[in-house]
C-alpha cells in the first residue's frame, strides 16, 4: 500500500496513497507533531466510502520516512515536502478537486502553505488544532540557544485527547516519537513570525476546526487566523469541551463529517 517518493531534496519520504474508484476529490493529510500518517486510518476510511481519494505521508523525520527524527533545519521543509505530494495527488487526479487537510503542526504547515503556494490550484484548505499564532506558549517556551539537535521529551501524550484509550495507545505507537529536537522548534517559530507578516494573503477557501478545551494549541491560535484571513470563503467551528485531537475525540463522527460536509459542498 505504502511507497517511497523523493521529496524536493532527495530525502524519501513514505506515502500512503488510497484511491478509490470514480472518485469525485482527492484529499492531502499532513500530521502533526511526533506522530504519523497511520493515526488517520479512521478518517481516511469515511472519506474513502464518500468517495474521496486520500493520499497520506509521514512527514521527514517521522514515522516511515527518511531524515533526522523529528528534526528540521527550516520551516520550508514542511511547505515543501507536501507541495511534493500536493502535486502528486494533483497530477493523478486532473479532472477531480484536491483538497488539503492539516492537524496540529500539519495545521501549520497547509495554513503557511496557502501564503507560500497561493496559485496550486486547490479546492479548499481544512485545519485541525492548528498552530498559527502560539497563543499557547507550546513553542515560545522551548529555551533558547540551544543545539538545534538536542532532544527534548515528547510530553504531548496526556494533553492530545480525553478518550484514554486514545493517549494510551499514543505511548505505545512504535511509529510516534518520544522526543523532538529543539531545531523542529526553532523552524516552527521562525515559520511562526514569518506568518504573522503573511496570513493576510492566504485566500484559499478554508474550514478552521478547533476544540476549546485544546491544552497544546490555543484555540486563540484559530481565533485570530479566521479573523486575519483573505478569503472570501471561510467557515471556523469550535468544539466545546474537546482536548487537541478533535479526529480521535469521542465525538470524532461529527468532527470528521463536518469536514467531509464542508469538502462535498466545494466539488
Not at 194 to 211: A, D, I, N, R
Amino acid at each position: 500500500m505504502g511507497e517511497m517518493i523523493s521529496s524536493f531534496d532527495g530525502t524519501k519520504l513514505y506515502l500512503n496513497k488510497e484511491t478509490v474508484e470514480n472518485a469525485k476529490a482527492a484529499l492531502v493529510v499532513v500530521h502533526g507533531l511526533c506522530e504519523h500518517q497511520g493515526r488517520y486510518d479512521y478518517l481516511a476510511d469515511i472519506f474513502h466510502k464518500a468517495g474521496i481519494s486520500t493520499y497520506r505521508f509521514d512527514h521527514r523525520g517521522h514515522g516511515r520516512s527518511e531524515g533526522e527524527r523529528t528534526h528540521y533545519e527550516d520551516f520550508n521543509e514542511l511547505l515543501d515536502d507536501t507541495n511534493v505530494v500536493v502535486d502528486i495527488a494533483m497530477s493523478e487526479n486532473p479532472d477531480i478537486p484536491v483538497f488539503l487537510m492539516g492537524h496540529s503542526m500539519g495545521g501549520f504547515t497547509v495554513s503557511l502553505y496557502g501564503v507560500k503556494y497561493p496559485d496550486k490550484g486547490l479546492r479548499g484548505i481544512v485545519t485541525s488544532g492548528a498552530l498559527t499564532h502560539d497563543k499557547g506558549g507550546l513553542i515560545a517556551s522551548m529555551p533558547q540557544g540551544l543545539d538545534p539537535h538536542t532532544k527534548l521529551p515528547n510530553e504531548l501524550g496526556s494533553g492530545v485527547c480525553s478518550v484514554a484509550e486514545v493517549v494510551d495507545w499514543y505511548g505505545k505507537d512504535p511509529y510516534n516519537t518520544q522526543t523532538f529536537t529543539t531545531g523542529l522548534s526553532y523552524a516552527l517559530a521562525k515559520g511562526i513570525q514569518w506568518f504573522s507578516e503573511k496570513e493576510k494573503e492566504f485566500q484559499y477557501p478554508v474550514l478552521m476546526l478547533h476544540g476549546e478545551k485544546d491544552g497544546l494549541v490555543s484555540v486563540k491560535d484559530t481565533y485570530e487566523f479566521f479573523a486575519n484571513v483573505a478569503s472570501k470563503d471561510k467557515q471556523m467551528k469550535i468544539y466545546g469541551g474537546l482536548f487537541h485531537e478533535i479526529f480521535n475525540e469521542y465525538c470524532k463522527d461529527e468532527v470528521i463529517g463536518d469536514a467531509l460536509s464542508w469538502i462535498e459542498k466545494r466539488i
